[in-house]
């Protein structure tokens, strides 16, 4: 099993910036892809970035020239800087790995954009 532990969530007022994290730890092979996910209260959980084991990455286009997504492969750890944080950027923040087909989610943090 994966185990996944997400950090660096908060409240930061409009304009901003937070890092968050997620860390991988348990029966690890090769993580393939690891990617941030969000969900607002009463919307669905939608992709933010996705970022390859090669260092390749897919943003939304809600967070492209804001968002940096990156991973550290020696430590099994995924990151997202978020710059230039709007309201409507609230949500909780779920990292998701894949490891040879199989998809492991962590239990997500908090983030609130407000004044």
């Known amino acids: 099993q994966v185990q996944l532990v997400e950090s660096g969530g908060g409240l930061v007022q409009p304009g901003g910036s937070l890092r968050i994290s997620c860390a991988a730890s348990?029966?690890?092979?090769?993580?393939?892809?690891m990617g941030w996910y969000r969900q607002a209260p009463g919307k669905q959980r939608e992709l933010v970035a996705v970022?390859?084991?090669?260092?390749?990455?897919n943003y939304a286009d809600f967070v492209k020239g804001r968002f940096t997504i990156s991973r550290d492969n020696a430590r099994d750890t995924v990151y997202l800087q978020m710059n230039n944080l709007k309201p409507e950027d609230t949500a909780v923040y779920y990292c998701?790995?894949?490891?040879?087909?199989?998809?492991?989610w962590g239990q997500g943090t908090q983030v609130t954009v407000s004044s």
């Open positions: 970022i390859g084991r090669s260092g390749s990455t």
């Open positions: 998701k790995v894949d490891m040879y087909g199989d998809n492991y």
């Open positions: 348990g029966r690890i092979f090769r993580l393939n892809d």
